[in-house]
């Protein structure tokens, strides 16, 4: 079954496509330095993720077309959301035609009437390892983790589906996203279905995840992590919540107020600001893979 057509499928899934918004860049943070390098910087310098100032822009241009299939397996924090002097340069990556008559509903996320307050609630972190795979997410309302995190987040829907049984009260799972080093969080989302460990799905940035589960995403906004960073976690040595693993829970009431802040907050970036951008190298991706995104 090809992702063209989940939005036709009786799993409820709604399918976020291409949006033709792209806005224009002048830096892009990357955590390969094996496809990427900061101008002056070896291939092995530390840290692995360089902020990338873009001051040539015909050699960024012979980047994204000779070595574009190449880059597009690269992991990367930020997207090009930014400046002005880049727009043709990305607009002239290969066009993305088969996602033409998908589009982003920029009006479906951070609705003013998204509550915030829950009597009982799960909250977890998620912190993905490239941007890529949360424009995937959004596009196809889906998410994977490692079998762990899998196993772990598949056992706590299933004890609030229990809990809703027994007292007639909803129990939802919030997940909120951030890319690693990339000193931001992305949005939220809800766990909706349990995992389907049999099925994998093939468009994930590595091939690391298998299974997966469907999410609904609320939030959709660039939160810069001194936002939250003095919320702390007591089961993790009250760390920040910007300074957690994958997949750490959290407790309710720090839940709720990063629930709050989240929907508050106003930003002025967003990926919804890169989905071109970002379908364009899932386009690469799959055609360096040498197979449409399907499951």
């Keep these: 079954m090809n992702f063209c057509d989940v939005q036709q499928s009786s799993s409820g899934y709604k399918s976020a496509g291409q949006s033709q918004i792209l806005r224009e860049f002048s830096s892009l943070k990357i955590n390969d330095q094996r496809h990427y390098c900061a101008p002056g910087t070896r291939l092995n310098d530390k840290p692995k993720t360089q902020l990338w100032k873009v001051s040539n822009a015909a050699h960024m241009k012979e980047k994204c077309n000779i070595r574009g299939v190449l880059e597009a397996t690269a992991h990367i924090s930020r997207g090009p959301r930014g400046v002005g002097?880049?727009?043709?340069?990305?607009?002239?990556?290969?066009?993305?035609?088969?996602?033409?008559?998908?589009s982003v509903q920029r009006d479906d996320y951070n609705?003013?009437?998204?509550?915030?307050?829950?009597?009982?609630a799960k909250f977890y972190?998620?912190?993905a390892v490239s941007e890529d795979d949360i424009h995937k997410s959004i596009k196809y309302n889906v998410w994977s983790s490692t079998p762990y995190?899998?196993?772990?987040?598949?056992?706590?829907?299933?004890?609030?589906?229990?809990e809703t049984s027994e007292v007639d009260t909803a129990c939802?799972?919030?997940?909120?996203?951030?890319?690693?080093?990339?000193?931001?969080?992305?949005?939220?989302?809800?766990?909706?279905?349990?995992v389907d460990f049999a099925k994998d799905l093939n468009f994930w940035q590595t091939d690391d995840w298998n299974g997966f589960f469907p999410v609904m995403w609320h939030i959709i906004k660039?939160?810069?992590?001194?936002?939250?960073?003095?919320?702390?976690?007591?089961?993790?040595?009250?760390k920040p919540v910007t300074?957690?693993?994958?997949?750490q829970e959290i407790g309710l009431q720090q839940g709720l107020e990063m629930l709050k802040i989240f929907?508050?907050?106003?930003?002025?970036?967003?990926?919804?600001?890169?989905?071109?951008?970002?379908?364009?190298r899932e386009q690469l991706l799959m055609a360096k893979r040498n197979k449409p995104a399907s499951y």
């Design 172 to 194: 939802p799972i919030f997940l909120f996203y951030s890319v690693t080093e990339s000193g931001q969080f992305v949005g939220v989302a809800e766990m909706i279905g349990k």
């Design 263 to 280: 929907k508050d907050y106003t930003a002025t970036t967003s990926i919804l600001d890169d989905f071109s951008f970002y379908e364009k």
């Design 125 to 127: 972190i998620i912190k």
């Design 222 to 238: 660039d939160i810069p992590n001194t936002r939250l960073r003095h919320i702390t976690i007591e089961r993790n040595n009250k």
């Design 149 to 162: 995190g899998n196993s772990k987040v598949n056992a706590a829907f299933l004890e609030t589906q229990d």
């Design 243 to 247: 300074h957690t693993r994958d997949m």
């Design 85 to 102: 002097q880049m727009r043709k340069i990305v607009s002239d990556l290969p066009a993305v035609d088969k996602w033409k008559w998908l």
């Design 111 to 120: 609705l003013q009437d998204f509550q915030t307050k829950y009597d009982n």
